[in-house]
T-cell receptor, first 111, second 113 residues
């Protein structure tokens, strides 16, 4: 997979927006950015993905910079249940079915 | 509920034994993935099947094997088990092989004693 860099941990106050950054400076033109999260010992959960344009669904928004070298996952109103490890993944071209998980960002939402 | 079913949820077995983990993908999904998660290794991709054929292989040991059956369910076989094989094993499925909007099961926790 294209290498991604995420901060190891972040805190967020409950009710506030959580903005999780990801750098993927070696991304190729046809490679998507995927976000997953894993709540302690549960199966990872798909959140959102995007190619060039910003994307929004019921869970989150994904903002991708114009040069596509970085992105930000936004949880608009974080709750305690959003405490999890968040993974930014760029599956490599030609094997785009593979999700290679790095270390992710441990998001702690605090009351 | 992701729609992906894994059985059993928990498994305790002795070193040297062989076990089979089972995964039923979401209805209509053709692609199945297997992952291993141990405390010190994070989520490790093992293998992917698409419509019965092996599509990609990751860090899967030779003692491990998998297959996907015509009804699309998949099995992961682990043999000659060692203490270090104790881990959570996750299965995921997605509709396509090249677009991993994958949905994960709740995992099988394997303990080798």
């Amino acid at each position: 997979d294209a290498k991604t860099t995420q901060p190891p941990s972040m805190d967020c106050a409950e009710g506030r927006a959580a903005n999780l950054p990801c750098n993927h400076s070696t991304i190729s033109g046809n490679e998507y950015v995927y976000w997953y999260r894993q709540i302690h010992s549960q199966g990872p959960q798909y959140i959102i993905h995007g190619l060039k344009n910003n994307e929004t669904n019921e869970m989150a928004s994904l903002i991708i910079t114009e040069d596509r070298k970085s992105s930000t996952l936004i949880l608009p109103h974080a709750t305690l249940r959003d405490t999890a490890v968040y993974y930014c993944i760029v599956p490599r071209g030609g094997s785009q079915g593979n999700l290679i998980f790095g270390k992710g960002t441990k998001l702690s939402v605090k009351p | 509920d992701s729609g992906v079913t894994q059985t059993p949820k928990h498994l305790i077995t002795a070193t040297g034994q062989r076990v089979t983990l089972r995964c039923s993908p979401r209805s209509g999904d053709l692609s199945v993935y297997w992952y291993q998660q141990s405390l010190d290794q994070g989520l490790q991709f093992l293998i992917q099947y698409y419509n019965g054929e092996e599509r990609a292989k990751g860090n899967i040991l030779e003692r491990f094997s998998a297959q996907q059956f015509p009804d699309l369910h998949s099995e992961l076989n682990l043999s000659s088990l060692e203490l270090g094989d104790s881990a959570l094993y996750f299965c995921a499925s997605s509709p396509r092989w090249d677009r991993p909007e994958a949905f994960f099961g709740q995992g099988t926790r394997l303990t080798v004693v």
